[in-house]
């Protein structure tokens, strides 16, 4: 019988150590992003640019996270395990997010990226 969750339990890592996720993650797979071209006459075709692959969403501090550690990451890689049962690979990623935590309910904000991620069901 098929699987009926889609959304809810998740789990993040990095480099295999899973982190306390909260809330919404976002990903790209980092496709070329495709935009139309339409002159006075109509559709011309499309362009087509690159696009970074990331993850990002927000984790929970805790007293034994090294948020410097943490914002000095590099080359690392990156699973993001979804409810629905894929797995989202970011490698060779590093951190790119602000830095910035926030005491109220103890959330820090990452974003990792790369140069492309893979999904595997």
């Given at each position: 019988?098929p699987?009926?969750?889609?959304?809810?339990?998740?789990?993040?890592?990095?480099?295999?150590v899973?982190?306390?996720?909260?809330?919404?993650?976002?990903?790209?797979?980092?496709?070329?992003k495709?935009?139309?071209?339409?002159?006075?006459?109509?559709?011309?075709?499309?362009?087509?640019?690159?696009?970074?692959?990331?993850?990002?969403?927000?984790?929970?501090?805790?007293?034994?996270?090294?948020?410097?550690?943490?914002?000095?990451?590099?080359?690392?890689?990156?699973?993001?395990?979804?409810?629905?049962?894929?797995?989202?690979?970011?490698?060779?990623?590093?951190?790119?997010?602000?830095?910035?935590?926030?005491?109220?309910?103890?959330?820090?904000?990452?974003?990792?990226?790369?140069?492309?991620?893979?999904?595997?069901?």
């Open positions: 019988m699987e009926k969750r889609r959304a809810g339990i998740i789990f993040f890592k990095v480099n295999g899973q982190y306390d996720a909260k809330g919404s993650f976002s990903y790209n797979m980092g496709v070329p495709r935009e139309g071209m339409v002159g006075s006459d109509g559709f011309h075709g499309y362009k087509e640019m690159p696009q970074l692959a990331y993850i990002e969403g927000e984790i929970t501090d805790r007293n034994d996270l090294d948020l410097k550690q943490l914002y000095a990451l590099e080359d690392t890689t990156i699973t993001l395990e979804l409810a629905n049962g894929k797995v989202v690979t970011l490698r060779d990623a590093y951190f790119a997010g602000e830095g910035t935590a926030q005491s109220d309910e103890a959330t820090v904000p990452v974003r990792f990226e790369g140069p492309s991620a893979d999904e595997v069901q």
